[in-house]
């Protein structure tokens, strides 16, 4: 895989402005193999799992339901640089295809790496919704070790259907995240995402939405729990194609150590999108005066009937809300846990699945001894 | 949206005629000849008798230039530019005149002509202009007054005669000439422009402007403008532009620096109204230009105020570096763009400074088939502490063939840094024009007071004698689209 | 017993407090009135510990044990209540969250056992009943969005259940109807006991009716000028207090 960093996007890139990957270059990634993993690192879900280990397929941990199978699937073209690579050295991924009218429930997919030695895993996932169908995908990547995962998804919501997406990064801390996700919204189905960004040396996320029918509803939200030297970047683009969309989007940096966030959203607004509303909001909370949040919220307008509005603030914690809840008893660490929990709050909104809240909320409860300290 | 549209059809009649500075004046000029060369540098430098240091300067920035490449990222499109099919010095045969009185008669008579008396006693009260003209500055007013006090206001030829110490030190100080593209042409080329000194502890005792005029067919025009206020002083320093109405796109790559020391203020306020080219989007002005203010000083203060309606490109960001403990920079701007025009336009506030503070305050209006973005830079260094910025976009769309958008970066690394942008996008609802035309307003004068009310954060900024000019200016740059 | 001694504080380098002294035994009620920048809220913001004062000299303890040198969250398991002039909103913290937090790390500092949601919830239910309060103050997010006289009796719900040993309100009544302001009172009154005391801050001889203290003090310029029975309440109601601040 000696090609593989030859074609990097560079900063000189509008979109890679605020992240570089040169750091990639260190390593010599190998192709990965197949291994066994303990299933105790599995979360306890009562649902149907689709078990990736190294980017292997695990028959024996999975539950796979009726709607999945292993697939190596053609990939969509894409400028995308990363997404261009994961089509050159795209490893076999899932296809999930929900038909028409059936409601799916809840799907785990997780990915998990085990690296002696540096690897690179390039899945390719596809997830197809039928026409009023309904899912909830909790996709959860994990993993030990240097490597760098790349994954694709390819999304696609027939009319009426509703996916509820909800993410956890929480790779391991020296590996490398870069996630490209792409979903097609039909008329009047709904996009419902959730990330949450914990893990890795340096991620990124990266949406590319499509809202092609006219009622499309999404969805994007995240936060970023980021401490150390940690980079995390989410990046995405919604394209209100179609009359009458909403798009509402919550991001919350929470940076501590010498992390660094980045959010770069882009609303686009074509003209034959009349009536579209459209919200952004990142807002970052620094915790250290090593930290650094950069932020780009972008709206691209060419129709004249739209409600499109966004924001960005950045701030500390406020010392008098510090101070009224330690007047009322509660010790400082906890009052600023307390203060960065509601902080992220908002963000969670989306995230109406049960097990899929608690077990969010339990990752993110692991992650304060990591910013509050 | 009916209503909009029957309004757009009776107007559509009245346009062509709508940019009223649009004559040409036939005055007899000299020219350099046409193209860009390092003997065309050498000319003009020659031409105002510069010292060495300043030819060398020019030089230098011209090798620069030479390895750059024009700039991309803007969301402007232009055919390219063909540098060397340019003339880059024109300026009128008469010698240069000594005093008002030498001025030529019809050089007098055009200023007139564009609401710009230079006869002192016909002027707008209390306002000191320097008129230039394509490459020079043809008079300035009431210098002697401004003298007494010390204040020194003449075109920029004049200061690198009669101040070279301050020039020299001052000069590309704060936007360094490789800084872009443009600037490092500007520094090659520059043609004339105003220079303003107010020395430490004095209040300019009257608004001092500067009228930019282009007229010669081909010509480009690269004015540079420097203003200095030491410790305590205080000027509002205002520009205006205009030129005639062409088929072809004429360039103008402006530069301007503003220094402010220890509690010194500076606003600068302007009324770019360049031809913006015509419904069919043939001609108009590329306006290319970098304007920067160093807020060197504690507790200094820099304001720019821009009413940007004219040129068929406006790529221009004035900004703010924040040193000084305690700075402030503002930034307030309504950018209107029709027909064809497309303006990529906003500021960067840099804090370095402890407690510095910014406000943003952008208006965007689009109509015809225009594009109108917003860009700006917000960034919070490490060592500006409580530093304090709040950004307001908004941006008013008139007609479904136009765009408006806006691209904000802010970046902060500092945890007491709070910063704070919010934008949003509208168009002028039916019931407002509704609610107003019932009250027995025409269509045209509903939408202009919908469209001044949305901008009358930014028009309370302007000085008083310009604010009523730039509130008509607005109804007659939407004209042909609305109102 | 709340004991303050020639206490001085200030603010940058303004000089706010200079020299109180003032005793409140355990078991009593005493009100503060004294005219707007006196120093009222300075005094409690310095009891509570909030940051930006600089105690300057003197001495506060409660019960002998030196308030001063304690963290706010301390003074809070210690007993020290402090009803804000200006309640702080908290958007994205519940109410009960954060009122059960509060109270279990109150209990958890004394060394006795946590409340778990059930009971907390049981507690609040009945006092939120007792204070006429609306049930869904508990689902709400910290003060967000309550209006003033919400937020006021929103601090006495905190204060009934987190049982204070020495409750400081700091004007609570102002901005309160008579209901609501009645509704206050019953709840400093329902908590008056040998082993509860309250620093009652106000302008109005109204709140005074409803709960009648056992000493009045009038602060003034930094100072405690005068101190009386409640009759002094009234005193100050008929002639304000010219004349006061000199002495
Ligand atoms: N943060 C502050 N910085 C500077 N002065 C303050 C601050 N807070 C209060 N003060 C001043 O301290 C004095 C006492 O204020 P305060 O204790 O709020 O008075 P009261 O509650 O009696 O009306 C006033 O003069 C007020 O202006
Ligand atoms: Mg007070």
Redesign the interface.
């Known amino acids: 895989m000696s090609d593989l960093l030859a074609n990097l996007p560079g900063r000189h890139l509008?979109a890679w402005h605020y992240t570089d990957l040169k750091a990639l270059k260190s390593f010599a990634f190998a192709a990965p193999a197949p291994a066994a993993i303990d299933s105790a690192l599995l979360p306890d879900l009562a649902m149907n799992r689709i078990v990736f280990v190294n980017g292997f397929l695990d028959e024996a941990l999975s539950v796979l339901p009726a709607w999945a199978r292993l697939s190596s699937h053609e990939a969509t073209k894409s400028d995308l640089p990363l997404a261009i690579l994961n089509a050159q050295h795209r490893q076999a991924g899932i296809a999930i295809d929900i038909p028409d009218d059936v409601d799916a429930g809840a799907i785990l997919l997780i990915s998990i790496s085990q690296a002696g030695a540096p690897i690179a895993l390039f899945p390719r996932h596809r997830i197809s919704l039928g026409r009023n169908a309904k899912l909830t995908l909790i996709d959860i990547a994990q993993g030990e070790g240097v490597y760098w995962h790349n994954p694709v998804s390819e999304i696609s919501l027939a009319d009426a259907a509703q996916l509820s997406h909800y993410r956890l990064q929480d790779e391991a801390e020296a590996a490398f995240h870069t996630a490209t996700i792409f979903a097609d919204i039909a008329a009047s189905a709904a996009y419902e995402s959730f990330s949450l960004v914990l893990g890795g040396q340096l991620s990124r996320a990266e949406f590319h939405a499509r809202l092609g029918g006219a009622g499309a509803d999404i969805h994007l939200n995240a936060a970023q729990l980021l401490a150390g030297t940690q980079h995390a970047d989410f990046t995405s683009v919604v394209s209100h194609d179609a009359p009458h969309c909403a798009s509402r989007q919550t991001v919350k940096s929470v940076l501590a150590g010498h992390s660094r966030g980045v959010f770069q959203g882009r609303i686009e607004v074509a003209?034959a999108a009349?009536k579209t509303d459209g919200y952004q909001m990142n807002q970052?909370l620094?915790?250290?005066?090593?930290?650094?949040?950069?932020?780009?919220?972008?709206?691209?307008?060419?129709?004249?009937?739209?409600?499109?509005?966004?924001?960005?603030?950045?701030?500390?914690l406020d010392?008098?809300?510090i101070?009224?809840?330690?007047?009322?008893?509660?010790?400082?660490p906890?009052?600023r846990a307390?203060?960065i929990?509601?902080?992220?709050?908002?963000a969670l909104a989306p995230v109406t699945h049960d097990q899929a809240r608690a077990l969010l909320e339990r990752a993110i409860e692991g992650a304060w001894s990591k910013l509050v300290s | 949206m009916p209503a909009i549209a029957e309004t757009l059809d009776t107007v559509q009649q009245i346009t062509g005629s709508t940019y009223k500075y649009g004559f040409e004046t036939d005055i007899e000029m000299e020219f350099a000849p046409r193209g860009l060369n390092e003997a065309i540098v050498r000319l003009i430098s020659e031409k105002k008798g510069e010292p060495e240091w300043l030819l060398a300067w020019r030089l230098k920035s011209f090798a620069a230039w030479q390895k750059m490449e024009e700039p991309n990222w803007a969301r402007v499109k232009h055919p390219p530019i063909d540098y060397n099919d340019l003339y880059y010095y024109a300026a009128p045969k008469r010698p240069a005149p000594k005093s008002l009185a030498d001025v030529d008669p019809d050089l007098l008579a055009m200023y007139e002509k564009l609401g710009i008396p230079l006869n002192e006693r016909a002027s707008l009260a209390g306002v000191a202009v320097d008129a230039v003209f394509d490459s020079v500055s043809v008079a300035t007013t009431f210098r002697e007054s401004l003298s007494k006090v010390g204040v020194i206001f003449c075109s920029i030829s004049e200061a690198v005669r009669e101040h070279p110490e301050l020039v020299r030190k001052y000069l590309g100080s704060v936007v360094p000439a490789g800084d872009n593209y443009f600037t490092a042409l500007n520094s090659a080329v520059f043609s004339d422009g105003s220079f303003v000194f107010i020395p430490r502890g004095v209040r300019c005792p009257m608004e001092l402007s500067t009228y930019f005029r282009i007229n010669a067919r081909n010509t480009g025009q690269f004015e540079r403008t420097l203003i200095i206020a030491e410790e305590g002083a205080s000027v509002s320093y205002l520009e205006g532009c205009t030129a005639p109405m062409r088929d072809e796109n004429q360039l103008h790559a402006a530069v301007v620096e503003l220094v402010a020391l220890d509690e010194a203020k500076i606003k600068y306020s302007t009324v770019q109204n360049w031809y913006p080219g015509d419904a069919q989007g043939r001609g108009g002005i590329y306006n290319f230009v970098t304007k920067r203010g160093a807020c060197r000083g504690a507790n200094s203060k820099i304001s720019w105020t821009q009413v940007e309606t004219g040129s068929a490109i406006t790529w221009k960001y004035p900004s703010c570096i924040l040193q000084g403990e305690g700075s402030v920079g503002e930034f307030y701007s309504v950018a209107v763009t029709n027909n064809h025009q497309q303006a990529d336009t906003g500021t960067k506030m840099i804090h370095l400074g402890a407690n510095t503070s910014s406000t943003i305050i952008a208006k965007g209006i689009s109509a015809g088939q225009s594009n109108n973005t917003y860009r700006g830079l917000v960034r919070i260094m490490p060592n500006a502490r409580n530093a304090r910025n709040f950004t307001q976009c908004d941006s008013l769309l008139i007609g479904d063939r136009c765009g408006a958008h806006t691209v904000p970066y802010i970046e902060c690394r500092n945890p007491t840094g709070k910063v704070e942008h919010e934008a949003t996008t509208s168009k002028i609802a039916d019931d407002q024009l509704f609610y107003c035309r019932s009250r027995g307003l025409s269509e045209e004068d509903s939408v202009g007071l919908i469209v001044n009310g949305f901008c009358k954060d930014v028009l309370k900024e302007l000085p008083m004698e310009f604010a009523v000019e730039a509130q008509k200016l607005l109804a007659v740059s939407l004209e042909g689209s609305v109102g | 017993m709340l004991e303050i001694k020639n206490l001085s504080a200030r603010i940058d380098d303004k000089e706010i407090l200079r020299g109180i002294d003032l005793v409140v035994p355990q078991g009593e009620i005493h009100a503060i009135m004294g005219p707007n920048g006196a120093g009222k809220s300075t005094l409690s913001y310095v009891l509570s510990g909030r940051d930006g004062y600089e105690v300057t000299g003197g001495t506060a303890t409660l019960n002998g044990v030196d308030l001063l040198a304690m963290a706010p969250e301390e003074r809070a398991a210690a007993g020290v209540f402090l009803a804000f002039q200006y309640p702080v909103e908290l958007p994205g913290v519940g109410n009960a969250n954060f009122i059960r937090t509060a109270l279990n790390a109150i209990l958890r500092a004394r060394g006795e056992p946590e409340l778990d949601a059930v009971a907390f919830l049981k507690r609040a239910r009945a006092e939120i009943k007792r204070l006429a309060m609306p049930e869904d103050m508990l689902k709400r997010n910290v003060n967000v969005g309550f209006s003033g006289g919400e937020k006021k009796r929103n601090e006495v719900l905190q204060m009934a259940l987190l049982r204070p040993r020495i409750a400081i309100l700091d004007e609570t009544d102002s901005g309160l109807d008579i209901d609501a302001l009645k509704i206050v009172a019953d709840g400093v009154n329902a908590l008056r006991g040998p082993d509860f005391s309250a620093l009652v801050i106000t302008h109005y001889q109204r709140l005074l009716d409803h709960i009648v203290p056992d000493y009045v003090h009038v602060l003034a310029n930094g100072r405690i000028v005068r101190s009386g029975g409640p009759e002094l309440a009234h005193e100050l109601e008929a002639h304000g207090y010219a004349g006061l601040e000199a002495a």
């Open positions: 509008e003209r009349q970052a620094l915790l250290s005066p090593h930290a650094e949040i950069d932020s780009k919220p972008e709206l691209e307008i060419f129709a004249d009937d739209v409600k499109c509005s966004h924001g960005a603030t950045i701030g500390a010392p008098e809300q101070f009224y809840l330690r007047s009322r008893g509660i010790p400082e906890e009052a307390m203060l929990r509601a902080f992220i709050d908002e």
